[in-house]
């Protein structure tokens, strides 16, 4: 009797130690007066606050980034609200140290992470509310809420868009659909790869805290675009094949 009630009880603490490294926090919040700042970060951080459409920043790090490659689920506290559950539903993994993923964020919101070993570029969208996650360099990172306002716009003022038709299950293709069942994005022998060299100049180098996290942030973009229009990683993918700093 006793044997059984410590087994029990060993069980109910294993299950929530093992749901709670689930959904544990991802980021914590850093004040601005105790990042000590390296020359690289602080050239960064500037310019960062220069964005014209800036409405908010705060400094962040992530508290375990490495274990959210592992992780299906896990729990954000955006400013001023109440943490929340992003669940994965694509991830994408190209070596060990580079990965992207798109979550789906609470009820209404959706978060995009590409990370190339500490550093991590994000875009997250909460409601009518939009998030930039930039690195800032080793593990260093400014949330930026943007004000939509200030944002350029996409089309001509007298552009005409057609009506909006809500994407039904039925007119996604059984990849995407697997690849939500599962989380996980995979490509074969027969994908077409699109071979893909990157050619950037000094001043976009000197405006990054990662150079390669933010190209592999770009190309993780575009793969993750592409799967939220239907065209699942059989279908089609993205190889850099060389990166290059071009004096122009």
């Given at each position: 009797?006793?044997?059984s009630?410590?087994?029990?009880?060993?069980?109910?603490?294993?299950?929530?130690?093992?749901?709670?490294?689930?959904?544990?926090?991802?980021?914590?919040?850093?004040?601005?007066k105790?990042?000590?700042?390296?020359?690289?970060?602080?050239?960064?951080?500037?310019k960062?606050?220069?964005?014209?459409?800036?409405?908010?920043y705060?400094?962040?790090?992530?508290?375990?980034?490495?274990?959210?490659?592992?992780?299906?689920?896990?729990?954000?506290?955006?400013p001023?609200?109440?943490?929340?559950?992003?669940?994965?539903?694509?991830?994408?993994?190209?070596?060990?140290?580079?990965?992207?993923?798109g979550?789906?964020?609470g009820n209404?919101?959706s978060?995009?992470?590409?990370?190339?070993?500490?550093?991590?570029?994000?875009?997250?969208?909460?409601?009518?509310?939009?998030?930039?996650?930039?690195?800032?360099?080793?593990g260093?990172?400014?949330?930026?809420?943007?004000?939509?306002?200030?944002?350029?716009?996409?089309?001509p003022?007298?552009?005409?868009?057609?009506?909006?038709?809500?994407?039904?299950?039925q007119?996604?293709?059984?990849?995407?659909?697997?690849?939500?069942?599962?989380?996980?994005?995979?490509?074969?022998?027969?994908t077409?790869?699109?071979?893909?060299?990157?050619?950037?100049?000094?001043?976009?180098?000197?405006?990054?805290?990662?150079?390669?996290?933010?190209?592999?942030?770009?190309?993780?973009?575009?793969?993750?675009?592409?799967?939220?229009?239907?065209?699942?990683?059989?279908?089609?993918d993205?190889?850099?094949?060389?990166?290059?700093?071009?004096?122009?």
């Amino acid at each position: 009797m006793v044997r059984s009630f410590i087994a029990v009880i060993f069980l109910v603490v294993i299950t929530a130690v093992s749901n709670f490294a689930q959904t544990q926090e991802a980021l914590k919040y850093v004040n601005e007066k105790d990042a000590s700042l390296n020359s690289l970060q602080s050239r960064v951080f500037a310019k960062a606050k220069q964005e014209k459409a800036l409405a908010s920043y705060q400094l962040v790090r992530f508290n375990n980034l490495v274990s959210l490659k592992d992780q299906t689920s896990f729990s954000i506290s955006l400013p001023g609200k109440t943490s929340l559950t992003a669940k994965r539903k694509w991830f994408k993994s190209r070596k060990a140290n580079e990965w992207m993923m798109g979550s789906a964020l609470g009820n209404n919101g959706s978060i995009f992470l590409s990370v190339t070993d500490d550093d991590a570029y994000g875009v997250i969208h909460l409601g009518n509310e939009l998030y930039w996650l930039w690195s800032l360099g080793n593990g260093l990172h400014i949330l930026i809420k943007v004000d939509p306002k200030k944002l350029p716009r996409d089309e001509p003022e007298d552009w005409n868009p057609l009506p909006h038709t809500k994407k039904s299950d039925q007119s996604k293709s059984e990849g995407q659909k697997q690849t939500e069942k599962n989380g996980l994005a995979k490509t074969t022998k027969d994908t077409p790869t699109i071979d893909v060299l990157v050619a950037y100049t000094p001043a976009v180098a000197a405006n990054q805290g990662n150079m390669t996290s933010f190209v592999n942030a770009c190309l993780g973009t575009t793969l993750y675009s592409f799967w939220n229009s239907n065209m699942n990683d059989t279908q089609i993918d993205f190889a850099i094949v060389g990166t290059v700093q071009v004096n122009y």
